[in-house]
């Protein structure tokens, strides 16, 4: 069994800037990526940042040069710096680890943007 655990999130102003964390543990062979992805109230789930094993990384359109991924997915880690934060960057925050076809999540961390 793989668990994921989040931190960092929190309330912070427009124009603010916050990091969240991730760590997997677990019965983990190999992690191919990790990502973020997050679900505001009654919207879906979306992608935020993956970062692949190999060190790539990629970016939703809504965060595109305000957030940035860095970790070692090798090491089982992964961090979201989001900056310039907008309020509707408001929602519940995931890790999530892709290992040999199959997913695991975290259980959120909730980003609230407001003045």
């Known amino acids: 069994q793989v668990q994921l655990v989040e931190s960092g999130g929190g309330l912070v102003q427009p124009g603010g800037s916050l990091r969240l964390s991730c760590a997997a543990s677990?019965?983990?062979?190999?992690?191919?990526?990790m990502c973020w992805y997050r679900q505001a109230p009654g919207k879906k789930r979306e992608l935020v940042a993956t970062?692949?094993?190999?060190?790539?990384?990629g970016y939703g359109d809504s965060v595109k040069g305000r957030c940035t991924i860095s970790g070692d997915v090798a090491r089982n880690t992964v961090s979201l710096q989001m900056n310039s934060l907008k309020p509707e960057d408001t929602a519940v925050y995931y890790c999530?680890?892709?290992?040999?076809?199959?997913?695991?999540w975290g259980q959120g961390t909730q980003v609230t943007v407001s003045s």
């Open positions: 999530n680890a892709l290992g040999a076809g199959e997913y695991y």
């Open positions: 677990g019965s983990i062979f190999r992690l191919n990526a």
């Open positions: 970062l692949t094993h190999d060190g790539r990384t």
